[in-house]
């Protein structure tokens, strides 16, 4: 069922959906249950754990969809300032209490933490009724993770310059270009502090944010929270790197003394780098 711009309509699919559900738990035919086969993740880190009210975090399993989709325009309809918790029938249950979940498939689930949650976060996921298996995972007040947009096993960071173009290897594409001293740059980052959740949200500013470049540390220009889950941070490469050698320079982010960890569970595992060339 789609609109005539072939826009899946979710409002009436979800309707479809949950006559077709009642009518197979009638039957005892809805099938094999989701199942959870690691902890749930930092939606930016891809290491266990570190789960943040208001962060993104990431669960991965099977049979936890039957479709993969991110939200869409109609899963807000009739909720007003509110995140949708249930996206073609499948939900996300963290102590209880329903997520807002951003992107489904049938092996991983991306979610926001909600409010209120801390020590451990024990995640369910519900498909049409079927419930998951429980893992769990440390629920921390601060637990920074930098975005990382992965090219050839290189994970850069995600990060724009002000013409829009975006901080990487400009051998990849030209949409990428690497950072010269005195550049300024904004990146995207999950997990700095709590946020609101469950709803959207307005800009917020953050203090006592820093950024290492290699081994040198700088105060940023601006952190916020500018989106759901979503910081900002703009810096200015130092002018010392015009007399360092080009290189790819690993780069992270410390809120009050927390730092994001030097490597992330990407594939292979690594550092987020910058590309700086004087």
């Known amino acids: 069922m789609v609109d005539l711009t072939d826009t899946p309509k979710y409002d009436l699919v979800n309707k479809v959906r949950a006559a077709n559900i009642a009518a197979l738990q009638s039957l005892q035919l809805l099938g094999t249950a989701p199942m959870l086969t690691s902890a749930p993740q930092n939606g930016a880190t891809y290491l266990t754990g570190g789960l943040v009210p208001g962060s993104w975090a990431q669960v991965k399993g099977a049979n936890l969809s039957d479709v993969s989709r991110i939200w869409g325009t109609a899963d807000f309809a009739n909720l007003g300032n509110a995140l949708p918790t249930v996206l073609s029938g499948v939900q996300v249950l963290v102590n209880g209490t329903a997520a807002a979940v951003y992107y489904i498939s049938p092996t991983q689930i991306s979610f926001q933490v909600p409010a209120g949650i801390s020590g451990t976060a024990n995640v369910q996921v519900i498909r049409d009724g ?24 290189t994970n850069y960071p995600a990060a724009v310059f002000p013409d829009g173009t975006y901080v990487g290897d400009p051998s990849v594409s030209s949409a990428f270009r690497a950072a010269k001293p005195v550049d ?32 040198v540390t700088i105060n940023v220009d601006f952190a916020g929270l500018v989106a759901v889950g979503e910081y900002q941070i703009n810096f200015t490469v130092p002018q010392q790197f015009a007399n360092m050698p080009a290189a790819n320079y ?12 030097s490597s992330i569970g990407s594939l292979p595992a690594g550092p987020i780098v910058i590309p700086i060339r004087p």
């Open 130 to 153: 079927l419930v998951s298996n429980t893992m769990s995972a440390s629920a921390l007040a601060s637990a920074p993770g930098i975005f990382p947009v992965i090219v050839n096993g």
């Open 184 to 215: 300024t740059i904004s990146l995207f980052a999950t997990g700095l502090a709590p946020s609101t959740a469950g709803t959207t949200v307005g800009v917020t500013q953050l203090s006592g944010v820093t950024i290492t470049i290699g081994s």
């Open 250 to 261: 690993p780069i992270t982010i410390s809120v009050n003394g927390v730092s994001s960890p």
